[in-house]
Nanobody, 119 residues
Framework: QLRLVASGGGSVQPGGSLRISCTAS????????LGWFRQPPGEEREEVAR???????KYAPWVNIRFIISRDNAKNTLFLQMNSLKPEDTGMYFC?????????????WGQGIQVTVSS
């Protein structure tokens, strides 16, 4: 069974940067599609970005070029580099993994970590 542990959350000022990570164990990491999701206060969970086993990436339209998703298969780790952060980026962030790279295909989830953007 694949296990995911997220880390790197915190509080930053608007315009700042933050990198969050997700470390996997228990299965062959390179076989999985990986994704980041977030849930702002009072809103539904939404996908931020995903990266396939082949390295192909896909981002939510509102991300533009501010966030970069990447993976290091040698370290079994998924990353999300977040730049030019805005207050509306505040929320709980989750990493997820699945055998297929579709929105409904994420079967394994890490714990939520808090990201707060405020002055």
């Amino acid at each position: 069974q694949l296990r995911l542990v997220a880390s790197g959350g915190g509080s930053v000022q608007p315009g700042g940067s933050l990198r969050i990570s997700c470390t996997a164990s228990g299965d062959t990491f390179s076989d999985y599609c990986l994704g980041w999701f977030r849930q702002p206060p009072g809103e539904e969970r939404e996908e931020v970005a995903r990266i396939g086993s082949d390295g192909a990436t896909k981002y939510a339209p509102w991300v533009n070029i501010r966030f970069i998703i990447s993976r290091d298969n040698a370290k079994n780790t998924l990353f999300l580099q977040m730049n030019s952060l805005k207050p509306e980026d505040t929320g709980m962030y989750f990493c997820a993994a699945g055998r297929l790279c579709y929105a409904s295909g994420f079967d394994y989830w890490g714990q939520g970590i808090q990201v707060t953007v405020s002055s």
